[in-house]
């Protein structure tokens, strides 16, 4: 059959074209990139007038603080990871297409990690030094939110999947993802405080690293189930 | 010929003809067993060398945490069945185990806190185990909401499957968290492959506890799918001659 031996010979042609018409939308509607860098800009503020200016305080709360608004703000930009494509039927079509499930998924969540974790993770840093973090911790900030969004952006796709059919879906997804969130931020968050205290932070870093593999091999398969479930709901 | 068997434990109708049949004997047997675990336990083991008399909220506390891990593998285990082979029964365990591990998670957190104070000083603190306890009743709670919101049952119950079996990672967890972290938990002194390090007089009572907990958990999620049964196959011939009987002396007498 043509089409068979089409998909053969180019096995992650639906990969890459759902990629860069993912990539194209994205950029098409480039302001909204900047939607979760804002309120992670807004929320960091908080912290000092919420609680204490001073910068010992800051110093000593800025590793977790940055981490925590990082999380916050990946989760608000999930909801609308599938949201379009369940109102106008596209859900559908990636049902029908001759690749798997599991590489349509990943396609969505690596254009979703290009579109939001990979900046939020870049400037970090940045709003690192409005929080007084200490010399250490710069580069441990950038190194763990790499993996760390990456991470986030994988469970989370499998939330939005699960929730994109519900009506106040935004807020059942973060309810239904935040326990899961749980392990990456305390690994990320530990690891910042230890570069900041002087210590080396390679088992932080391997453990990352490992987490990110495994949900890199499990999450998009559940993602998959979960839009085959939004799909017929 | 072999899968028969299989596929009639799918039959709601069939679980709870048969249930209908064992559970006053489970009913008893768990009352029988937790009795005499509890007395045995806060009556007549000795008293520990450290805590005193106060260690004996143990044999309410570890079983129901032990009973807490193994629920979510049961709802987990029950939704991949139901996921894999489409049966009706497994989805209704699933849904069934939800608020019962979600109970049992509570019920740990809360003795456990209750312990704390006289031996730890503190009702909370933020150690690896109770952070990853509180996690567990985070999935719980996720899965009972998200029961409660979807607009169609089957999608539902699959969502739930889905969801039970991406939050299975943290099981292994908790029960690893005392050997990763050092923390006010105490390594595991029950152990499979060596003798425990805990004293015979403490250890058989203690195993009597999660045994009753089994056993209390087999009864309560028995009830509890018995009771989901009634309520999705309402429409059936057989659940309506059921309602019938149950209800036909009240209009003849």
């Not at chain 1, 010979?9 to 759902?18: I, M, Y």
């Not at chain 2, 003809?17 to 045995?40: D, Q, Y």
Request: a positive charge; hydrophobic letters at 55%; proline letters at 6%.
């Amino acid at each position: 059959m043509k089409g068979n031996s089409e998909s053969n010979e180019r096995p992650f042609a639906v990969f890459t074209s759902l990629f860069r018409r993912e990539i194209t939308l994205i950029w098409r509607h480039r302001s909204d990139m900047a939607n979760p860098l804002v309120f992670f800009l807004i929320a960091i503020t908080l912290l000092p007038l919420g609680v204490d200016p001073s910068r010992q305080m800051l110093a000593q709360l800025a590793p977790g603080m940055i981490w925590i608004m990082a999380l916050l703000a990946t989760l608000l930009s999930l909801d609308g990871l599938f949201r379009s494509d369940y109102e106008d039927g596209s859900i559908d079509q990636y049902l029908l297409t001759s690749q798997p499930l599991y590489l349509t998924a990943l396609a969505k969540i690596c254009a979703h990690w290009l579109s939001t974790g990979l900046p939020l993770a870049l400037v970090a840093p940045l709003l690192g030094a409005m929080l007084a973090l200490p010399e250490g911790g710069y580069l441990a900030l950038l190194l763990t939110l790499l993996p760390g969004t990456a991470i986030m952006s994988l469970i989370g796709a499998t939330g939005a999947a699960l929730t994109v059919c519900l009506r106040a879906g935004g807020l059942i997804l973060s309810l239904l993802v935040m326990p899961l969130y749980l392990p990456v931020l305390i690994l990320g968050a530990n690891a910042v405080t230890a570069a900041v205290g002087g210590f080396p932070i390679d088992t932080h870093l391997a453990l990352l690293g490992a987490y990110l593999a495994l949900m890199l091999i499990i999450m998009p398969f559940a993602t998959a189930g979960a839009l085959r479930i939004s799909a017929s709901a | 010929m072999a899968w028969q068997w299989f596929h009639r434990l799918g039959s709601p109708r069939w679980f709870y003809e048969k249930t209908s049949r064992w559970l006053p004997w489970i009913a008893a047997l768990t009352a029988t067993i937790w009795l005499i675990s509890l007395v045995w336990g806060l009556g007549f083991a000795p008293a520990d060398a450290k805590q005193g008399n106060s260690y004996r909220i143990i044999f309410i506390h570890m079983p129901a945490a032990v009973l807490a891990l193994v629920g979510y593998y049961v709802m987990a285990v029950a939704g991949a069945v139901g996921l894999i082979w489409r049966m009706k029964l497994p989805f209704m365990v699933m849904k069934s185990a939800a608020p019962i591990g979600a109970g049992l998670t509570l019920l740990t957190l809360a003795t456990g806190s209750l312990w704390g104070h006289p031996t730890w000083g503190t009702y909370w603190e933020w150690d690896a185990r109770n952070i990853f306890m509180l996690v567990l009743l985070f999935l719980y709670l996720g899965i009972i909401l998200l029961q409660s919101v979807y607009p169609v049952r089957e999608g539902a119950d699959k969502a739930c499957a889905i969801l039970a079996l991406v939050g299975t990672i943290n099981v292994p967890i908790i029960y690893k968290s005392v050997d990763w972290w050092y923390s006010l938990h105490q390594p595991a002194t029950i152990k499979l492959t060596e003798s425990s390090t805990i004293h015979p007089s403490m250890f058989y009572p203690l195993l009597l506890s999660i045994l009753a907990y089994y056993c209390f958990y087999s009864l309560a999620l028995i009830l509890y799918t018995r009771a989901e049964i009634i309520s999705r196959e309402g429409r059936t011939q057989w659940v309506r001659a059921l309602v019938a009987t149950k209800h036909a002396p009240e209009r003849t007498g």
